[in-house]
Structure formats: C-alpha cells, structure tokens
C-alpha cells in the first residue's frame, strides 16, 4: 500500500537535492584547492530547469561536474510509464542532483553520484546512490567507500543496505566487457515505501535475490527523504578521505595511459547502457549537462590486455567484479600481500 | 518481385568483400609508408568468424581498422525479423568488411566505410556505404569524395545516387547534437533489387521523398554485387588523393585539441545512435573488432564553442550539415573566398 506524500513534498525533495549540490560543490572547491566551480543555469523549454555546476583544470580534478535540474510536464515518456502504468495520465514532475568526479592522478578513483525524486499523481518514488569507479585501487579506499553507505543506509533500516549494493553491481555492468563499472557502492530506484526492496528488472541477480529473502517492507515518505539525505551527505567523506589519501602518489605515463584508457570503459557504460544517459539524450535533453559525466580524455587501444600480475591486472581481474568487500579473508590476504591493502 | 540470388551467392559476396578487405589493407600500408597491419582472425561460438586488421601509430593513420566478418546462424535477431518478418525461421548468414581510419593530421579527414550482403531463405539484400569526417575540410575535397561514389553509383544506374546521398546524411546524424557526423558520402541498405530505393524508416526524410518520386526499380542480383564492387573499389582513389593533399599540413595544439574534441562526436554517433555498433554490442558480437571503429584518443569539453568566423566555426556551421556540395554557388563562393575551396 502506497503511503500518500508529506504536502510541500516536492519543495522539500526539490531542498533536499538543491542543498547537496551546494554542499558538495563548496567541499569540493576546497579539496581542490585551485579551480572554482563555474555555474550555468537553464530553462528546459517544455518546464523546468536545472543548475550546471563545472570545475575544470584543477589541482584534483581535472573536470568535476555537478548538476541539479527541476523538470516537469505533462506527458509522461513511455519508458515511466512501462515502469509505472499508475502515473500515467498525470502531470509529473522530477528532481535531481547528479555528479562525476575525474581527477587527474590515476591513483584517486573517479567517482558517481546521483540521487533523485520522481512525482505523478498519486505516484511518487526516491531513487539513487553513488558508485566508485578506481585506477589504481587500495581495499582499504574499497572497504570505506561501502561502509560509509552502509552505515548511511542503517540509519534508516538494517536490510536496505543488503540490496541496494547487488543492485549497484547489476546496474553499473558493462554487459560488453564482461566487467563492473568499478567496485560498486550503493543503487536503488522506485522507492515508494511499498512491497519489496528491489524494483529492478533482472530477476535471475542477488538483488532480487536477497530482496526477495527479506519480504515486504513499508517506509514513509520521511524515511526515504532522510535516506537519500544520509546517503547524499556520507558522499563526501567516503571520498574526501581517499582523495586527501592518495593525491601526493607519484605517477607516470604509464599509470596516466591505464587511466584514460579505463576511461573509455567510463564512456562505454554511460553512453550504451545508462538509461539515464540514453533516456536523456534521446528526448532532447540538456545535451552538454548531461554529457558532464564524461571524462576530458580517454583512450582506447584494440587488443590491450595488461601485464600478468600487475597493477593493471589485478584492475580487471578483481576490482571490476563484485565482490564481498568486507568479509572476503582471501581478497584481504591477496591485497596485504601485494601491497594494495592500506 | 524478389529475383533469386545466383547459385555460389554467399561465397561470391565472401570473396567480394574479403578481397575488398586485402586491396584496401595493401594499399594503406603503403599509404602509411611506415607501419604494417597486423591480422587476427576470430571464430564466432556460435557460427562463422572473422579477420580483424589493425595499424597503429602510423606514420599516417594513428590507427587504421580493416574487419572482414562471416557469419551465420540458425535464429536471427529480433530486430532483423521485424525489418524482414519473410526471413523468419530460414537459417541466414551475414558478410561483411567495414573500416574506419583515424588519421594523426587534423587535416586529414577521418573515413568510414562498410559493404555488407545477408542472407536468409529466400530473403537477400546487400547493403553499404562511405561517408568522411573531416575536421579542417576543404571543399574540393568534400566533392572529390562525393563525385567519386556518384560515379560508382551511375556506372549502375543514375538513380542511386539521388537516393543514396540523402540516406547517408540521414543515417549519420547525431540528434542529440543537431549535426551530421560529418560530410556524408553514400549509405543503403536492404537491397534486393526489388520495390523502391529507400527501405529505412524515416518518412519524412529526403531520400523516402525522392526514392518515391523515382518509384520502383528493378536489378539483378549481379547488378547490386556489381555496385559494391564499384563502390568498394571507388573508396581508395576518393581518400588517397586527400591524405595527399593534406599530409604535408603543419598543424599546433589548437588543431589537436580540436580533432580531439570532435573525435568525442565520433565516440557518441557510435555508441548512441548506430544500429550496427550496438546490435554487436549487445548480442555478445566481438567487442574488440566491433569499437576498432573508436579513435585512440578523443576529448570533452563542457560548454565548447568555436570562435565566430575560425575554421572551427565552419565546420560546425556549414561541414555538419547536409549540403548540396557540387552545386551550391554560395557555398563555393564563400569557401573560396575563406580560403578553404582547394
């Protein structure tokens, strides 16, 4: 059964999300230490608008991006409604913010996040999460990115969590490559306080799995508005940390060319398998907004296949597959003993 | 009416296009004058295989790839069955060589090209086509490339081109961006020598206008493998004389960088919109022969736009839309006057 939104809801969400962008962007401004964010706002011609946020050429990023838009309208796209037969017929309206990080050492991961609020007539959900994506990763980055989720998502309820990072798994997989995006984090969509966790469409992965294992649960509105606020603010120090951890590594071309090269996996997954890229771009979105996911450079080399036992390798070998993060005894000794722990 | 294919029809279409592949290979390399493709052949699991040949850091081509593929199989994909409900439940097989080459001078335009022949039952049909990307154009070249399929196409029949030319700036548009890839040349597909010239989907476009005020027309079997061989023999001469022409040019960063950004166009039209790309993509095709059609290095840039009047305003303006190349006296006039003619 659908709980009824907070009146004032979209305004609320709408807050919520603004804020995060601006939090977000005066943090970031800081751990950069030399480049400023240059702001862009539009009008989306159908209603609406949104807020571009762009810092280019700095210290740390080499292009950090971070956009709020506020959308709505009348006619629903096909692919909601397919999702949600319930909203169609009504007025929408939708809400998010979104970021990618690029910095430039290869040994500090780029980054994605992205949390949302959708609204329909009766129909409402919370979507979101934010996933890590390393060059060069160390288990110990690994373990505090998911265990800054993790306890974001507990606040709230101790079984989110246990969805929600299979679901990050099984939604950032380049089905192409045989390979994750990067190590994962957290995802969840259509949150509306109802039925079961997970609302995905694979039916054969360990999120549905898993959500089907825990039952039916119930959340209110104000659960899921204090879940994509706990998770949006535990972001920053699940990153800063291993920002300010890894910024002094000393690199070289080689670990410069690994990274561009992984970055053209980065534009792979955003422009064949994001729906929200592809939904975006094909519906006459803000093409420059939305393509601020984007990496600066990338590279891309026919037949590349890393050393056996290198850095590189290990990459594609182990931290682009899922894997139990935390408990794995064997993925920990591995790490320790070839230096990639701490 | 559908005319039968001729008895030997899938090894005659094989031997075409892979003796296209070893011509244009050869002749490349001696192009480039200073590095060799290198060859791997692939088998595919479920039926037939390919040859894949790459050059890397050229002297010229900073990467060139060559691709011949046969295959075949017993269940054909949904999305030929709805183009072609006739072929259902006939076993088909597919040839094919296609080529994209990524010049290092932002003088030199990139070049795509693709000749292709399927078959299923009692349905066949073959398909193809060239189409440049320059970054620097210059008018005389963008007609050498034109006029040189125009030719191919007449020895046939004079109709084609008319056809053709449209088809190609139809199907090598990028909506997202409101630009052509870039100066188009020829592209069609399911010939069958039956019914009209137009077979896409796009009704209001000019090649469905004009494909219908020239109506139906009929060719054998050995008149449409007759115009592949024409226009795969025709590829050569029109691109050879550019990078002739063009390889001497001196070019700084500025060129670079802007070659670089448009490759990201390039990366996008793939990715995004090209039917081949990600039909191979997400029907387990061999991902690395597939995105040899990707450029070793592309940039992005958030909120990019060329100065008003530079060569990079020109192409932006006037080389990424359809034009009417041999005919149009304005544009003759202003690229002459602008120093871009010849």
Same mark, same amino acid.
């Given at each position: 059964?659908? #709980?009824?939104?907070?009146?004032?809801?979209?305004? *609320?969400?709408?807050?919520?999300?603004? $804020?995060?962008?601006?939090?977000?962007?005066?943090?970031?401004?800081?751990?950069?230490?030399?480049?400023?964010?240059?702001?862009?706002?539009? @009008?989306?011609?159908?209603?609406?608008?949104?807020?571009?946020?762009?810092?280019? $050429?700095?210290?740390?990023?080499?292009?950090?991006?971070?956009?709020?838009?506020?959308?709505?309208?009348?006619?629903?796209?096909?692919? !909601?409604?397919?999702?949600?037969?319930?909203?169609?017929? /009504?007025?929408?309206?939708?809400?998010?913010?979104?970021?990618?990080?690029?910095?430039? %050492?290869?040994?500090?991961?780029?980054?994605?996040?992205?949390?949302?609020?959708?609204?329909?007539?009766?129909?409402?959900?919370?979507?979101?999460?934010? +996933?890590?994506?390393?060059?060069?990763?160390?288990?110990?980055?690994? &373990? /505090?990115?998911?265990?800054? /989720?993790?306890?974001?998502?507990?606040? @709230?309820?101790?079984?989110?969590?246990?969805?929600?990072?299979?679901?990050?798994?099984?939604?950032?997989?380049?089905?192409? &490559?045989?390979?994750?995006?990067?190590?994962?984090?957290?995802?969840?969509?259509?949150?509306?306080?109802?039925?079961?966790?997970?609302?995905?469409? #694979?039916?054969?992965?360990?999120?549905? *799995?898993?959500? %089907?294992?825990?039952?039916?649960?119930?959340?209110?509105? =104000?659960?899921?508005?204090?879940?994509?606020? %706990?998770?949006? #603010?535990?972001?920053?120090?699940?990153?800063?940390?291993?920002?300010?951890?890894?910024?002094? /590594?000393?690199?070289?071309? *080689?670990?410069? =060319?690994?990274?561009?090269?992984?970055?053209?996996?980065?534009?792979?997954?955003?422009?064949?398998? =994001?729906?929200?890229? @592809?939904?975006?771009?094909?519906?006459?979105?803000?093409?420059?907004? !939305?393509?601020?996911?984007?990496?600066?450079?990338? &590279?891309?080399?026919?037949?590349?296949?890393?050393?056996? %036992?290198?850095?590189?390798?290990?990459?594609?070998? !182990?931290?682009?597959?899922?894997? +139990?993060?935390?408990? =794995?005894?064997?993925?920990?000794?591995?790490?320790?003993? #070839?230096? @990639?722990?701490?």
């Amino acid at each position: 059964m659908l #709980n009824a939104p907070p009146k004032e809801s979209r305004s *609320k969400a709408k807050s919520l999300l603004m $804020n995060l962008q601006e939090k977000i962007c005066n943090k970031l401004e800081i751990l950069d230490g030399k480049e400023l964010f240059k702001e862009e706002s539009w @009008i989306r011609p159908e209603g609406g608008g949104g807020r571009s946020r762009v810092l280019k $050429n700095g210290q740390i990023f080499e292009q950090a991006g971070v956009n709020f838009s506020e959308v709505y309208g009348s006619e629903l796209p096909q692919s !909601i409604i397919s999702q949600r037969p319930e909203a169609k017929g /009504h007025k929408w309206f939708a809400t998010g913010t979104s970021l990618v990080l690029h910095p430039r %050492n290869p040994f500090i991961p780029t980054v994605h996040l992205n949390y949302r609020y959708f609204e329909a007539g009766p129909v409402w959900w919370f979507g979101g999460g934010a +996933d890590l994506t390393p060059y060069y990763p160390y288990l110990s980055d690994v &373990r /505090h990115f998911h265990k800054s /989720h993790l306890q974001a998502c507990e606040k @709230i309820n101790p079984n989110l969590h246990k969805v929600f990072k299979p679901w990050c798994d099984e939604y950032f997989y380049l089905k192409h &490559r045989k390979e994750s995006r990067g190590i994962g984090g957290i995802f969840y969509d259509y949150q509306d306080g109802s039925g079961f966790l997970y609302k995905g469409k #694979n039916q054969k992965g360990l999120a549905h *799995k898993i959500s %089907n294992e825990i039952g039916e649960l119930e959340f209110s509105w =104000d659960n899921l508005y204090s879940l994509a606020e %706990n998770c949006g #603010n535990a972001f920053l120090p699940a990153y800063e940390l291993i920002v300010k951890k890894r910024s002094s /590594h000393e690199y070289s071309n *080689k670990e410069r =060319d690994f990274q561009l090269y992984r970055r053209g996996r980065y534009v792979e997954f955003n422009l064949v398998w =994001d729906r929200g890229t @592809i939904f975006g771009l094909q519906t006459n979105g803000r093409t420059e907004s !939305i393509l601020m996911s984007l990496p600066p450079m990338a &590279r891309w080399e026919y037949g590349y296949a890393p050393e056996e %036992n290198s850095r590189e390798h290990y990459l594609t070998q !182990i931290f682009t597959k899922p894997q +139990d993060w935390q408990n =794995d005894k064997n993925l920990e000794r591995f790490c320790i003993e #070839n230096g @990639i722990f701490d």
